[in-house]
């Protein structure tokens, strides 16, 4: 059973940093799609950013130049390393997995999805 596991999260002032990271576990498959999301309250689930199974990345207008996506194969495990933080930048992150290639992966659907982290800017 594919699981996700967030960590990371926090409330940190408007221009710091945190790195939030997902623990996967349940499978071995080598090609794996994964992907970050977030939700504020009152809003729609935007993505963030995603990593493909060579490595590609994909980001949100928002956060380019300020979030890096990345991954460690061997320990299952993917990253957000998230600086200049703004207050807009509030919100639920999701980590979600999938096993088959989709287009647009800030839009597609992933099969598999943690609980979430809470991230909390302050202005």
């Known amino acids: 059973q594919v699981q996700l596991v967030e960590s990371g999260g926090g409330s940190v002032q408007a221009g710091g940093s945190l790195r939030l990271s997902c623990a996967a576990s349940g499978y071995t498959y080598t090609r794996t799609y994964m992907g970050w999301f977030r939700q504020a309250p009152g809003k729609g689930r935007e993505g963030v950013a995603a990593i493909d199974s060579a490595g590609s990345t994909s980001y949100a207008d928002s956060v380019k130049g300020r979030f890096t996506i990345s991954k460690d194969s061997a320990k299952y495990t993917l990253y957000l390393q998230m600086n200049s933080l703004k207050p807009e930048d509030t919100a639920m992150y999701y980590c979600?997995?999938?096993?088959?290639?989709?287009?647009?992966?800030?839009?597609?659907?992933?099969?598999?999805w943690g609980q979430g982290t809470q991230v909390t800017v302050s202005s």
């Open positions: 979600a997995a999938d096993f088959l290639w989709a287009p647009a992966p800030l839009a597609r659907r992933y099969d598999y």
